[in-house]
């Protein structure tokens, strides 16, 4: 199949990464995955602002249980110094083991500012970040990959060389969503692009990523792009088991998890106490639990009633009790429980400040204008 995945001196025998996603991929989440497979883990991003100041929500997001090894953190950010400040906490105070940096979020209100997907567009600051970052994390042996889009639009690729300048920084790994920022979510994934990343950085690992619904999505990706792992989102949503699918697939093996409903009520109990213990707060680990219950009954013989009941939880037992309601012999639905899952939505054309396709270098205006595309981030 694959050789094992290494980032750094980190290697995961299954070439599987779980994308970060922020309000999903907490401690609680990523405990449910591994406890189904091999990978790495990415916890949700923070700003590199919020880190320097040390806010107190940002320092919990880099946090991480005994048992998670390697940890893996992701950053955003739009400035060199402040990006290497925030790895310098991270790797210098001993919070993760391996650093992601994200340029691949679409949102309006970051693009608006040059922030996000819009960054590499401004190829000397892109590059001064990604220097800043592998800078700040060397000295910790820390390795850094770079998370990014395949550009703003067809018309403003940035991929191929934003993948090249990280190879030639010191970065150990790149991972490509093989959309543009004005794609968002919609439509599908153009792994062509990937393959032709694998072609252009040939000294550290290529990571596709976009699309694998399925243990089979990840392997015809690899076939298709040659890339030497996958970065696996929205399809583990409501759907931890996929991680031990991906283990035995590219172990060769061709058992797949098939959960009936009676597997899906413990796992989503499991999360409700995970996400309990995550935040300190039981309304609150529940009231975040809600946005995972349509994802996990995607499919299954579920009444509407039961579903808007679930939605509403409380309390453990409160949970408990609708849960207990369900028809645990309820079997596998099949495809129904399959295929796409989470966001998805249509293209948009991209927002950026005014004149920002005009040049390739970064004017004083847009300098300021950038500090404030970090300052009401929420992922990519
Ligand atoms: C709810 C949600 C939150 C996300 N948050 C982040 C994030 O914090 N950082 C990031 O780099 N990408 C983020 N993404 C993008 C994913 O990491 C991934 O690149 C994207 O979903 C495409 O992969 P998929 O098709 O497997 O879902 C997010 C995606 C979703 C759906």
């Excluded at 790495?40 to 320092?59: H, Q």
């Excluded at 991270?90 to 083991?97: C, M």
């Excluded at 892109?126 to 018309?155: E, L, Q």
């Excluded at 929205?234 to 031990?244: D, E, I, K, S, T």
Aim: charged share 25%.
């Amino acid at each position: 199949m694959l050789p094992p995945l290494r980032i750094g001196q980190h290697v995961s025998e299954t070439p599987v990464v779980l994308a970060p996603m922020a309000g999903v991929t907490n401690t609680a989440f990523r405990r449910l995955c591994r406890e189904q497979g091999d990978g790495f883990f990415v916890a949700e991003m923070v700003t590199s602002r919020a880190l320097v100041e040390r806010n107190d929500v940002s320092l919990r997001i880099v946090s991480f249980e005994d048992y998670e090894q390697p940890r893996s953190a992701q950053v955003y950010g739009v400035d060199p110094a402040t990006v290497g400040a925030a790895v310098s906490i991270i790797a210098g105070e001993d919070r993760a083991d391996h650093i992601d940096l994200n340029f691949g979020c679409p949102v309006p209100k970051v693009t608006r500012k040059g922030g996000g997907a819009a960054l590499p567009w401004k190829k000397e600051l892109y590059t001064r970040i990604v220097d800043a970052a592998v800078r700040a994390a060397s000295p910790h042996h820390v390795p850094v990959t770079v998370k990014m889009r395949m550009g703003i639009d067809d018309d403003h690729m940035t991929y191929l060389e934003a993948g090249k300048i990280a190879e030639d920084l010191g970065v150990s790994a790149v991972a490509l969503h093989a959309r543009t920022a004005a794609q968002h979510y919609s439509g599908q994934a153009r792994w062509d692009a990937i393959k032709n990343l694998k072609e252009h950085v040939t000294t550290i690992p290529v990571l596709g990523n976009g699309d694998i619904w399925s243990a089979e999505d990840a392997l015809n990706m690899v076939a298709h792009t040659g890339c030497d792992g996958v970065v696996v989102g929205r399809g583990c949503q409501g759907r931890p088991w996929l991680f031990a699918d991906l283990t035995a697939a590219f172990a060769g093996r061709d058992e797949r998890v098939t959960p009936g409903l009676g597997y899906v009520a413990e796992t989503i109990y499991r999360h409700g106490e995970y996400l309990v213990e995550f935040f300190g707060d039981e309304g609150r680990g529940l009231r975040d639990l809600r946005k995972h219950m349509a994802w996990y009954l995607k499919g299954y013989a579920v009444g509407g009633e039961a579903r808007q009941a679930l939605a509403l939880v409380d309390s453990l037992a409160d949970l408990r009790r609708k849960l207990d309601e369900l028809d645990h012999d309820a079997p596998y639905p099949g495809e129904a429980a399959e295929g796409q899952r989470g966001r998805a939505g249509s293209p948009k054309r991209p927002i950026l400040p005014y004149g920002w396709l005009d040049s390739r270098e970064l004017s004083d205006e847009f300098r300021i204008t950038l500090q404030e595309a970090e300052l009401s981030v929420s992922g990519g």
